[in-house]
């Protein structure tokens, strides 16, 4: 193989364009096999072939609410990924290190807080 | 496994970041817990004092500051001169951003919308906007972006400097959003800001990624020693230095990066326009000058050719489309990509003198850029500010003082002299003159020429057409406007009278501290 | 002398301020402020004197720097002032005649409503003359040679709602500028050959520059000179300058400004002394100016430009002199102050006859006023004999010596500026007779309005009391000690070659004799009065009527041309300069025309554009490293 750091990635550059032949073979193949006029049954160009109908538009809106909550997961996620390696290395370091989380922890608990009293934590 | 001591804080290097921070923290809780009332006067009194209590800090450190003490947090920051005198004039220039960001007196409930969630065009929307004051969170928004700027400029690794760009940006995009008349254009200018800069911000951490694979570390100290050695890939260090250059470039508003300014300039309250105008463009080339002067110092033969035909592109490319513009505040944007390209040429100079002018550069531009921005937030009329072009015809007779203020402020972006526009140009392009790119200087000439047709164009309307119908009148002034306007145009003309104690300045604090 | 010299300068400087400055508030006591101004400078001019008269012969010269004038590159330049005998000798005229024609302008103007204007203007005149002697560098001589430029155009078009002034106060103002570009040439030229235009400095190098260089900066300043004092070629606006009051004719356009060419001449004589090209060039355009003076002062019918005329051929006279050279530099200084005198007292005796005649200036409208005006009378007679050189008035020991020295010029030369010297005294005794006996003498002509002449107030006449005696007195007083007291700075060396033609006794027989048989000529024609009309007459005298054609010579030769030169170049401007400006222009606008549709609002065609760019910029730095 292809040596250096970036040599790594050459598998990668040889998927691509196996890739890229195999879409060519295959629809190749296609408008070669196929017949030359296709038959058009009655609901060939539904959306879905099977199953239910749809209902709506696919543009439909999707409340806010939902983002808000999303914001507020990752918050007590990303403490959670921080927290981890605290606890298992830096807690050795005593006093200063168990501060040093807090004002961490404080200042995301600031974020939620601040969520609370604006009422984002009830659903309305 | 290798014992991990925690990183030594040198907290009064550090204390104008953290002073801010905290700032900013108060203001959140201020918002959460204070009555709605008593909101506004508080979070003001908060974020100015803090911002004052932050200037205390630099000016204090500025004192003691030594090669030996600038860098602190395991090697992460480098307080360094040019780091405090960039965070002073951040902070100088955020602070007089805040007076007309705080400004209620030209409207009911000042320049933001009070509840940006709220549909557009909605009952809900229509009774807030005739009755609500605007959103307090534009204080605390406005500190941590600050704060943000002052890490910017000070971070010693490529990470912190891709942290501090987050924590100053993504306040940004908020404040871009909360535009009380106009909404849906200053959304749309705030989405617009948010994925653009989202995309730099990937190219920023790409090229972060190679540049590790480069260094095998992140600082710039790490960088620079690996391109002095030899050692490493050299593909992934241009790699990386174009990739990260580009992440940068974005923030200055450099050509073929500029393309969200206009938008978002016209769109974003003009107050947070007026910021993004100064202490964005200070963050950004102060993050710039420190990645080339002091990251990449060892390989300034091979950027220089790429950063100067962007300085060309960025110079020409503003200018030209200065020259059709028929709304203020889109002038003014294409003046600043045109003003980034005058500060790529300073940063060419590639010395102790190139980083000084750029420095000189950025304060005599930022102050003379809030005080158009304040003028602007004047002329307005019953649907709010007045920017098309054609309302400005015949201000002259209307308000002379306000269009004799604004021709001050034209004539010293277009460069003439006893104005900060020329002393800080002839800064720059005699530094880049001294770094042998006398054809860089010829360009920046002819782009200052071009660019000097729009701004007179603009002093013609005001002066010499009668006003018409439609000539809107300008408001008085409340006092924090009043504020800005006068430390803008003081300043505009004391640079450009007197520009020795400034030059002394920047030319004391040009010295970067790996 | 330390503060002492300075103060002459800003007191009227000063004064001319309040006056300029105050606006209305000054319009009551201005005027008196006004006459003070250079009185006071007067009587500190004096006390200068007596303290520099005091000092040793050798040690007469009182230098100063008051602070640093222009710093730039290798050129510096102080404000520095020079009180030595030839600045003493104008400070006291300047602000001895000055004083006395700020008293009479104060009952002259006393019905005009620009009083105070005039006052004004009147000081910075006199501030700016008082500059001009009293610099110690050519920088600060052209620094009041300016003033005083602007100081005559402001008060030439005083009155500038008169058509005519206005257009006088231009003419004056261009023909001066020619002269002024010539001297500030000149001034270059000492700078980038010499390196400093300090007097002290400039003398002393002349003798290292070539004989070129000496010549080309002499011609140099011989052109500003010509220009302030209205010499040939550049005589023609002087007599037009007669259009400003009559008080300014008097101090500015007789007594001082124009005589400011002979002190530049006179001061800068170590490199006029240098070249003996250089001298015959000034001789002659003395020798010349002198003449045409003559010639067109006898042709004249206005009063006021008779005596301007006059003016011209006496500065001619003057200019003879110091183009001569040796001693002949003192003697043209003498006939300087002298003629400060007797031609100030004439310009108000003229202004006199006006303010009694309703402004009425030809002379063939007046006639028979001696009766009606006894002092104006007495005081112009004692003026007229001074000029016309009779023994033993002003004229004739001031004169008299500069026809002599002309004589006694080495070579055939002498023996012609001699000769053009004595028939311009002879020519100067017909027509101020004939002004003198037209006016005060023979029947009254007076135009129908007039019915009764009256002198002028005392405020008018003492001026021309005190004038009248220095046109008497000043000659004789002069003649010896004045040339004696200038003879640090005017070195009269180099007059040892030339020959004695004529003695001081046959000389002075000569010119009086010639200047009787003008005289008489004149009285025998005009005693009886003249035609009141203008009479058809021979090609010379038409000439002389229209002064020479010296203007129609200026328009064809000099106005027409530089009209095609105009309107060539505006053609080109238009054509060619703006053409291609606007081109640019367009190509510029076009530019931004089509660049903008780029900027479409999209927020995907600008992350195209943003990814086109990144690609460009990282493809352009792998390039530059690896390619």
Same mark, same amino acid.
């Given at each position: 193989? #292809?040596?250096?750091?970036?040599?790594? +990635? $050459?598998? =990668?550059?040889? &998927?691509?364009? @196996?890739? %890229?032949? *195999?879409?060519?073979?295959?629809?190749?193949?296609?408008?070669?096999?196929?017949?030359?006029?296709?038959?058009?049954?009655?609901?060939?160009?539904?959306?879905?072939?099977?199953?239910?109908?749809?209902?709506?538009?696919?543009?439909?809106? #999707?409340?806010?609410?939902?983002?808000? +909550? $999303?914001? =507020?997961?990752? &918050?007590?996620? @990303?403490? %959670?990924? *921080?927290?981890?390696?605290?606890?298992?290395?830096?807690?050795?370091?005593?006093?200063?290190?168990?501060?040093?989380?807090?004002?961490?922890?404080?200042?995301?608990?600031?974020?939620?807080?601040?969520?609370?009293?604006?009422?984002?934590? #009830?659903?309305? | 496994?290798?014992?991990?001591?925690?990183?030594?804080?040198?907290?009064?290097?550090?204390?104008?970041?953290?002073?801010?921070?905290?700032?900013?923290?108060?203001?959140?809780?201020?918002?959460?817990?204070?009555?709605?009332?008593?909101?506004?006067?508080?979070?003001?009194?908060?974020?100015?004092?803090?911002?004052?209590?932050?200037?205390?800090?630099?000016?204090?450190?500025?004192?003691?500051?030594?090669?030996?003490?600038?860098?602190?947090?395991?090697?992460?920051?480098?307080?360094?001169?040019?780091?405090?005198?960039?965070?002073?004039?951040?902070?100088?220039?955020?602070?007089?951003?805040?007076?007309?960001?705080?400004?209620?007196?030209?409207?009911?409930?000042?320049?933001?919308?009070?509840?940006?969630?709220?549909?557009?065009?909605?009952?809900?929307?229509?009774?807030?906007?005739?009755?609500?004051?605007?959103?307090?969170?534009?204080?605390?928004?406005?500190?941590?972006?600050?704060?943000?700027?002052?890490?910017?400029?000070?971070?010693?690794?490529?990470?912190?400097?891709?942290?501090?760009?987050?924590?100053?940006?993504?306040?940004?995009?908020?404040?871009?959003?909360?535009?009380?008349?106009?909404?849906?254009?200053?959304?749309?200018?705030?989405?617009?800001?948010?994925?653009?800069?989202?995309?730099?911000?990937?190219?920023?951490?790409?090229?972060?990624?190679?540049?590790?694979?480069?260094?095998?570390?992140?600082?710039?100290?790490?960088?620079?020693?690996?391109?002095?050695?030899?050692?490493?890939?050299?593909?992934?260090?241009?790699?990386?230095?174009?990739?990260?250059?580009?992440?940068?470039?974005?923030?200055?508003?450099?050509?073929?990066?500029?393309?969200?300014?206009?938008?978002?300039?016209?769109?974003?309250?003009?107050?947070?326009?007026?910021?993004?105008?100064?202490?964005?463009?200070?963050?950004?080339?102060?993050?710039?000058?420190?990645?080339?002067?002091?990251?990449?110092?060892?390989?300034?033969?091979?950027?220089?050719?790429?950063?100067?035909?962007?300085?060309?592109?960025?110079?020409?490319?503003?200018?030209?489309?200065?020259?059709?513009?028929?709304?203020?505040?889109?002038?003014?944007?294409?003046?600043?990509?045109?003003?980034?390209?005058?500060?790529?040429?300073?940063?060419?100079?590639?010395?102790?003198?190139?980083?000084?002018?750029?420095?000189?550069?950025?304060?005599?531009?930022?102050?003379?850029?809030?005080?158009?921005?304040?003028?602007?937030?004047?002329?307005?009329?019953?649907?709010?500010?007045?920017?098309?072009?054609?309302?400005?015809?015949?201000?002259?007779?209307?308000?002379?003082?306000?269009?004799?203020?604004?021709?001050?402020?034209?004539?010293?972006?277009?460069?003439?002299?006893?104005?900060?526009?020329?002393?800080?140009?002839?800064?720059?392009?005699?530094?880049?003159?001294?770094?042998?790119?006398?054809?860089?200087?010829?360009?920046?000439?002819?782009?200052?020429?071009?660019?000097?047709?729009?701004?007179?164009?603009?002093?013609?309307?005001?002066?010499?057409?009668?006003?018409?119908?439609?000539?809107?009148?300008?408001?008085?002034?409340?006092?924090?406007?009043?504020?800005?306007?006068?430390?803008?145009?003081?300043?505009?003309?004391?640079?450009?009278?007197?520009?020795?104690?400034?030059?002394?300045?920047?030319?004391?604090?040009?010295?970067?501290?790996? | 002398?330390?503060?002492?010299?300075?103060?002459?300068?800003?007191?009227?400087?000063?004064?001319?301020?309040?006056?300029?400055?105050?606006?209305?508030?000054?319009?009551?006591?201005?005027?008196?402020?006004?006459?003070?101004?250079?009185?006071?400078?007067?009587?500190?001019?004096?006390?200068?004197?007596?303290?520099?008269?005091?000092?040793?012969?050798?040690?007469?010269?009182?230098?100063?720097?008051?602070?640093?004038?222009?710093?730039?590159?290798?050129?510096?330049?102080?404000?520095?002032?020079?009180?030595?005998?030839?600045?003493?000798?104008?400070?006291?005229?300047?602000?001895?005649?000055?004083?006395?024609?700020?008293?009479?302008?104060?009952?002259?103007?006393?019905?005009?409503?620009?009083?105070?204007?005039?006052?004004?203007?009147?000081?910075?005149?006199?501030?700016?003359?008082?500059?001009?002697?009293?610099?110690?560098?050519?920088?600060?001589?052209?620094?009041?040679?300016?003033?005083?430029?602007?100081?005559?155009?402001?008060?030439?078009?005083?009155?500038?709602?008169?058509?005519?002034?206005?257009?006088?106060?231009?003419?004056?103002?261009?023909?001066?500028?020619?002269?002024?570009?010539?001297?500030?040439?000149?001034?270059?030229?000492?700078?980038?050959?010499?390196?400093?235009?300090?007097?002290?400095?400039?003398?002393?190098?002349?003798?290292?520059?070539?004989?070129?260089?000496?010549?080309?900066?002499?011609?140099?300043?011989?052109?500003?000179?010509?220009?302030?004092?209205?010499?040939?070629?550049?005589?023609?606006?002087?007599?037009?300058?007669?259009?400003?009051?009559?008080?300014?004719?008097?101090?500015?356009?007789?007594?001082?400004?124009?005589?400011?060419?002979?002190?530049?001449?006179?001061?800068?004589?170590?490199?006029?002394?240098?070249?003996?090209?250089?001298?015959?060039?000034?001789?002659?355009?003395?020798?010349?100016?002198?003449?045409?003076?003559?010639?067109?002062?006898?042709?004249?019918?206005?009063?006021?430009?008779?005596?301007?005329?006059?003016?011209?051929?006496?500065?001619?006279?003057?200019?003879?002199?110091?183009?001569?050279?040796?001693?002949?530099?003192?003697?043209?200084?003498?006939?300087?102050?002298?003629?400060?005198?007797?031609?100030?007292?004439?310009?108000?005796?003229?202004?006199?006859?006006?303010?009694?005649?309703?402004?009425?200036?030809?002379?063939?409208?007046?006639?028979?006023?001696?009766?009606?005006?006894?002092?104006?009378?007495?005081?112009?007679?004692?003026?007229?004999?001074?000029?016309?050189?009779?023994?033993?008035?002003?004229?004739?020991?001031?004169?008299?010596?500069?026809?002599?020295?002309?004589?006694?010029?080495?070579?055939?030369?002498?023996?012609?500026?001699?000769?053009?010297?004595?028939?311009?005294?002879?020519?100067?005794?017909?027509?101020?007779?004939?002004?003198?006996?037209?006016?005060?003498?023979?029947?009254?002509?007076?135009?129908?309005?007039?019915?009764?002449?009256?002198?002028?107030?005392?405020?008018?006449?003492?001026?021309?009391?005190?004038?009248?005696?220095?046109?008497?007195?000043?000659?004789?007083?002069?003649?010896?000690?004045?040339?004696?007291?200038?003879?640090?700075?005017?070195?009269?060396?180099?007059?040892?070659?030339?020959?004695?033609?004529?003695?001081?006794?046959?000389?002075?027989?000569?010119?009086?004799?010639?200047?009787?048989?003008?005289?008489?000529?004149?009285?025998?024609?005009?005693?009886?009065?003249?035609?009141?009309?203008?009479?058809?007459?021979?090609?010379?005298?038409?000439?002389?009527?229209?002064?020479?054609?010296?203007?129609?010579?200026?328009?064809?030769?000099?106005?027409?041309?530089?009209?095609?030169?105009?309107?060539?170049?505006?053609?080109?401007?238009?054509?060619?300069?703006?053409?291609?400006?606007?081109?640019?222009?367009?190509?510029?606008?076009?530019?931004?025309?089509?660049?903008?549709?780029?900027?479409?609002?999209?927020?995907?065609?600008?992350?195209?554009?943003?990814?086109?760019?990144?690609?460009?910029?990282?493809?352009?730095?792998?390039?530059?490293?690896?390619?």
């Amino acid at each position: 193989m #292809v040596d250096g750091y970036l040599g790594s +990635y $050459a598998l =990668l550059g040889v &998927l691509l364009l @196996v890739a %890229a032949a *195999f879409f060519g073979v295959a629809f190749g193949a296609n408008r070669l096999l196929s017949p030359a006029r296709p038959a058009e049954p009655a609901g060939k160009f539904e959306t879905y072939e099977c199953g239910l109908d749809p209902v709506g538009g696919g543009w439909a809106q #999707v409340h806010i609410r939902y983002y808000l +909550y $999303a914001y =507020l997961y990752l &918050l007590f996620a @990303v403490e %959670a990924v *921080f927290l981890f390696p605290w606890a298992v290395v830096y807690l050795r370091q005593g006093v200063p290190a168990v501060m040093e989380m807090a004002i961490f922890v404080g200042i995301l608990a600031l974020g939620l807080l601040y969520a609370w009293r604006k009422r984002v934590l #009830v659903w309305q | 496994m290798k014992d991990i001591s925690l990183p030594h804080l040198n907290y009064a290097a550090l204390a104008p970041m953290l002073i801010l921070f905290g700032v900013a923290c108060v203001g959140v809780l201020v918002d959460a817990f204070a009555p709605r009332k008593a909101r506004y006067p508080i979070q003001l009194v908060v974020a100015l004092v803090g911002l004052i209590a932050a200037f205390v800090a630099v000016v204090l450190r500025a004192g003691k500051v030594t090669a030996e003490n600038a860098i602190t947090a395991a090697g992460a920051v480098s307080v360094d001169k040019p780091a405090l005198f960039l965070q002073g004039t951040l902070i100088v220039l955020g602070a007089v951003a805040l007076l007309l960001i705080g400004e209620r007196a030209l409207e009911r409930g000042g320049p933001f919308v009070a509840q940006a969630a709220i549909t557009v065009g909605s009952d809900a929307d229509q009774r807030q906007a005739a009755r609500e004051s605007g959103a307090t969170e534009v204080f605390p928004l406005t500190i941590f972006s600050l704060s943000g700027m002052l890490l910017f400029v000070a971070a010693n690794d490529l990470l912190t400097m891709f942290v501090a760009l987050e924590v100053f940006s993504l306040p940004l995009y908020l404040l871009c959003a909360l535009a009380r008349r106009r909404r849906l254009i200053s959304q749309e200018a705030a989405l617009k800001y948010f994925l653009l800069g989202a995309y730099a911000s990937a190219f920023f951490l790409f090229g972060l990624a190679l540049l590790y694979g480069f260094a095998g570390g992140i600082t710039f100290a790490k960088i620079n020693e690996s391109a002095q050695n030899g050692t490493g890939n050299i593909t992934l260090l241009y790699a990386g230095l174009a990739l990260v250059s580009i992440g940068l470039l974005f923030k200055a508003a450099a050509v073929p990066f500029h393309v969200w300014t206009p938008d978002v300039y016209q769109g974003a309250p003009t107050p947070v326009t007026s910021l993004m105008a100064a202490c964005t463009k200070v963050a950004a080339f102060g993050g710039l000058l420190r990645v080339l002067y002091a990251g990449f110092d060892r390989v300034h033969w091979d950027y220089s050719p790429i950063i100067a035909a962007i300085a060309v592109l960025t110079m020409l490319v503003g200018s030209i489309l200065a020259v059709t513009q028929t709304d203020i505040k889109r002038l003014l944007a294409y003046s600043s990509i045109a003003n980034a390209g005058y500060l790529l040429v300073g940063v060419l100079g590639n010395s102790a003198l190139g980083l000084s002018s750029v420095m000189f550069y950025l304060v005599a531009y930022g102050f003379t850029v809030i005080a158009a921005f304040a003028v602007i937030t004047l002329v307005r009329d019953a649907d709010g500010e007045a920017t098309h072009l054609s309302r400005w015809a015949g201000l002259g007779r209307r308000s002379p003082f306000y269009a004799t203020v604004f021709t001050v402020i034209l004539l010293s972006f277009a460069g003439i002299p006893l104005t900060s526009g020329f002393t800080s140009k002839f800064a720059v392009f005699s530094a880049a003159g001294g770094g042998d790119q006398s054809w860089l200087v010829i360009v920046g000439v002819v782009s200052s020429m071009i660019l000097a047709f729009p701004y007179l164009r603009v002093v013609v309307m005001m002066w010499l057409s009668e006003p018409g119908e439609q000539t809107p009148s300008v408001s008085l002034p409340g006092m924090l406007t009043s504020a800005a306007l006068v430390i803008g145009v003081v300043i505009t003309i004391f640079v450009g009278v007197a520009p020795q104690p400034l030059l002394h300045l920047t030319s004391e604090a040009a010295n970067f501290i790996r | 002398m330390q503060t002492l010299i300075p103060l002459l300068v800003a007191i009227p400087l000063a004064s001319a301020a309040i006056l300029l400055l105050g606006g209305r508030l000054t319009d009551r006591w201005g005027h008196w402020l006004g006459v003070l101004a250079p009185m006071a400078s007067f009587v500190l001019g004096l006390i200068a004197f007596f303290k520099l008269a005091d000092l040793p012969v050798d040690a007469r010269a009182y230098s100063t720097q008051l602070w640093n004038f222009i710093d730039s590159g290798s050129l510096h330049v102080g404000f520095g002032l020079l009180f030595d005998p030839l600045s003493a000798v104008f400070v006291l005229l300047i602000t001895g005649v000055g004083s006395l024609i700020h008293l009479y302008a104060v009952g002259y103007m006393s019905h005009d409503e620009g009083r105070r204007r005039f006052f004004g203007y009147f000081n910075l005149f006199v501030a700016a003359m008082l500059l001009l002697v009293l610099g110690n560098n050519y920088v600060m001589l052209y620094l009041g040679w300016e003033g005083v430029g602007l100081a005559s155009y402001l008060l030439i078009s005083f009155w500038y709602n008169r058509n005519s002034a206005a257009t006088a106060g231009k003419k004056a103002f261009l023909m001066n500028r020619v002269g002024d570009a010539g001297f500030a040439i000149g001034i270059f030229l000492m700078f980038a050959t010499l390196g400093t235009t300090q007097y002290t400095e400039v003398f002393a190098g002349v003798a290292k520059l070539s004989t070129g260089t000496v010549l080309m900066m002499g011609l140099l300043l011989l052109l500003g000179a010509c220009g302030k004092s209205g010499q040939f070629p550049l005589q023609s606006w002087l007599p037009d300058a007669m259009e400003g009051p009559t008080p300014v004719s008097a101090l500015i356009h007789a007594a001082t400004m124009v005589t400011a060419g002979v002190y530049l001449i006179a001061r800068s004589n170590p490199i006029f002394s240098a070249n003996a090209t250089l001298q015959t060039v000034v001789v002659s355009v003395g020798a010349l100016t002198l003449l045409i003076g003559c010639v067109i002062g006898c042709a004249k019918d206005d009063i006021k430009r008779v005596l301007a005329w006059s003016t011209v051929s006496q500065i001619g006279y003057m200019f003879l002199g110091v183009g001569l050279g040796g001693g002949a530099y003192a003697l043209a200084i003498i006939h300087l102050l002298a003629h400060g005198f007797f031609k100030a007292n004439m310009f108000l005796g003229a202004g006199s006859v006006m303010h009694g005649m309703n402004d009425q200036t030809d002379i063939r409208r007046f006639g028979g006023l001696r009766k009606y005006m006894p002092v104006t009378w007495l005081t112009f007679m004692m003026g007229w004999l001074a000029i016309i050189g009779i023994p033993p008035l002003s004229g004739f020991f001031t004169k008299d010596p500069i026809i002599e020295a002309a004589f006694n010029r080495p070579g055939w030369t002498g023996w012609l500026f001699g000769g053009v010297a004595l028939l311009g005294a002879g020519l100067t005794a017909f027509y101020m007779t004939r002004l003198f006996v037209l006016t005060f003498h023979g029947p009254k002509r007076w135009t129908e309005d007039i019915e009764h002449p009256h002198e002028s107030p005392w405020i008018m006449t003492i001026p021309l009391i005190f004038l009248a005696i220095g046109s008497v007195v000043a000659g004789f007083m002069m003649k010896t000690s004045v040339v004696t007291w200038l003879t640090p700075v005017l070195d009269p060396t180099g007059a040892e070659d030339e020959v004695h033609r004529i003695t001081n006794v046959t000389g002075a027989i000569l010119s009086v004799a010639i200047t009787v048989v003008g005289a008489g000529i004149a009285y025998m024609l005009f005693r009886r009065g003249t035609a009141l009309v203008e009479q058809p007459a021979g090609p010379v005298v038409t000439a002389a009527r229209n002064n020479l054609y010296a203007d129609a010579f200026n328009v064809a030769v000099f106005e027409k041309p530089g009209n095609w030169l105009t309107r060539g170049l505006v053609f080109l401007d238009y054509r060619g300069v703006d053409g291609l400006v606007n081109s640019l222009a367009a190509i510029v606008g076009g530019g931004s025309g089509r660049l903008r549709r780029l900027q479409n609002g999209f927020v995907r065609s600008y992350a195209l554009s943003m990814l086109t760019g990144a690609l460009l910029v990282v493809g352009a730095f792998l390039m530059v490293r690896l390619g």
